[in-house]
């Protein structure tokens, strides 16, 4: 027997509101592929990347389209396929996973075996988002998230009044590890004073200044903390302009389309001698639990998109103390 596809789509609620520069989200609509040999069944989720004009059902549309072709394929050549079959992005990613998560299960072997990994996976210190506010309010939000426990903080900013609103964040926590993202806003601004400014403020690196395709703004500045490219990275096509100016990459599954391309880039971007991050999109535990894989390796780890939800999957990953740790 061949293999049978689905997918459908599902709305989680977000936990208040998630505050970027592009704006709020209330809830957040993931598109969970399911594949079968038809004695087990893989799962996968994938969020749409907003900022390259997807969505849950554009998503869903492709998978629909591959499913007939994928029947007659075994597992591992059905991954294959759609490595060419499907672009980067949301349905790759959860059709990946889902496919990978088959294979382990039809093995009766844990994912990280089937992966590669060394060693079974570790917890991980999770960084907690700060969503993009007033600064007072970003910093009674940052004492709450280090009275909960969480040591890194991860600051959504905007380009206007960013060194307010870290020096707010600082005051409300100033035992914390802080990281930024600047979702792109930097571009008519002193990149390097900036960097300065916040790096005094503890801030131990700063994500995706520039908007991408703009990257050559960053040549020559001497920044006394690590860049490290989002937006910019995509997957391995992205590498080498990457490692031109930027000192590192955030690897998230929906960018790269699934778990083979993570597992690819991260390998290929320690080769260049790039520092790693992996981040997520806001999902569930099932969204995450392929990336806390690619995650074992890296510097810097921002997995707290179940955290974001009003609630999250049963048996999903558990935190504690700013800790990620599996159900």
Not at 33 to 47: W, Y
Not at 50 to 78: C, F, K, N, P, W
Not at 169 to 177: I, L
Request: hydrophobic share 45%.
């Amino acid at each position: 027997m061949g293999l049978r596809i689905s997918a459908t789509i599902e709305r989680w609620p977000v936990a208040g509101q998630f505050i970027i520069s592009r704006g709020a989200k209330t809830h957040v609509d993931v598109l969970v592929a399911a594949a079968s040999d038809g004695s087990q069944v893989g799962l996968g989720e994938g969020t749409a990347i907003y900022y390259h004009g997807e969505s849950a059902e554009s998503g869903l549309a492709q998978i629909e389209a591959v499913m007939e072709q994928l029947a007659e394929m075994d597992v591992r050549t059905a991954r294959d396929a759609i490595q060419s079959l499907l672009p980067p992005g949301v349905a790759r990613n959860a059709l990946d996973c889902a496919l990978w998560d088959l294979e382990a299960k039809a093995a009766g072997l844990p994912l990280w075996r089937v992966a590669g990994l060394k060693a079974a996976p570790a917890p991980l210190q999770t960084a907690f988002t700060i969503s993009l506010g007033e600064p007072s309010v970003m910093e009674s939000d940052a004492a709450k998230a280090a009275a909960r426990g969480f040591g890194l903080l991860k600051l959504k900013l905007t380009g206007e009044g960013d060194r307010e609103r870290v020096a707010a964040v600082r005051r409300g926590a100033p035992e914390v590890r802080l990281i930024v993202d600047a979702n792109e806003s930097w571009g008519e601004l002193d990149i390097e004073a900036e960097a300065r400014v916040l790096a005094a403020l503890g801030v131990e690196m700063i994500e995706q200044p520039v908007p991408a395709g703009q990257e050559a703004m960053l040549a020559g500045i001497n920044s006394p903390v690590p860049f490290l490219a989002d937006e910019s990275c995509q997957s391995r096509a992205e590498l080498e302009i990457c490692a031109r100016y930027f000192d590192g990459i955030n690897i998230k599954l929906d960018k790269t389309g699934g778990l083979t391309e993570a597992l690819a880039l991260a390998q290929e971007a320690e080769a260049r001698g790039l520092k790693l991050m992996v981040g997520c999109m806001l999902s569930t535990s099932l969204g995450i639990a392929p990336a806390f894989l690619v995650a074992q390796g890296a510097q810097w780890v921002d997995l707290d998109g179940p955290i974001l939800l009003a609630e999250d999957r049963e048996e999903g990953f558990r935190f504690e103390k700013g800790m990620i740790l599996p159900g």
